[in-house]
């Protein structure tokens, strides 16, 4: 089993940045790949950045060239650094961990953007 603990969400002015954190814990090594998803009110769960246990990364293109993921593996953590905020990325973002047979999901955190 994997746990996922999200933390860097909050209330940002458009235009601003945020930095959200996922510390994965338990079976890592079963870890494919890890994402963070996206889910405003009233719609669905989106994916919004990807990156894999080689290190290949993958975009939503509404956040390309605003949002980086990264990781740590010394510490078992993936990132979303967000720059340049919209109040259109209004949302509860989730970290995901892809593993050969299963995901595993984060409980989320709240990122608000005021215009």
């Known amino acids: 089993q994997v746990q996922l603990v999200e933390s860097g969400g909050g209330l940002v002015q458009a235009g601003g940045s945020l930095r959200l954190s996922c510390a994965a814990s338990g079976s890592i090594n079963s870890i494919a790949a890890m994402g963070w998803y996206r889910q405003a009110p009233g719609k669905q769960r989106d994916v919004v950045a990807t990156?894999?246990?080689?290190?290949?990364?993958n975009y939503e293109d509404s956040v390309k060239g605003r949002f980086t993921i990264s990781r740590d593996t010394g510490k078992n953590t993936v990132y979303l650094q967000m720059n340049s905020l919209k109040p259109e990325d209004t949302a509860v973002y989730y970290c995901?961990?892809?593993?050969?047979?299963?995901?595993?999901w984060g409980k989320g955190t709240l990122v608000t953007v005021s215009s």
């Open positions: 995901n961990a892809q593993t050969w047979s299963v995901d595993y």
């Open positions: 990156i894999t246990r080689g290190g290949s990364t």
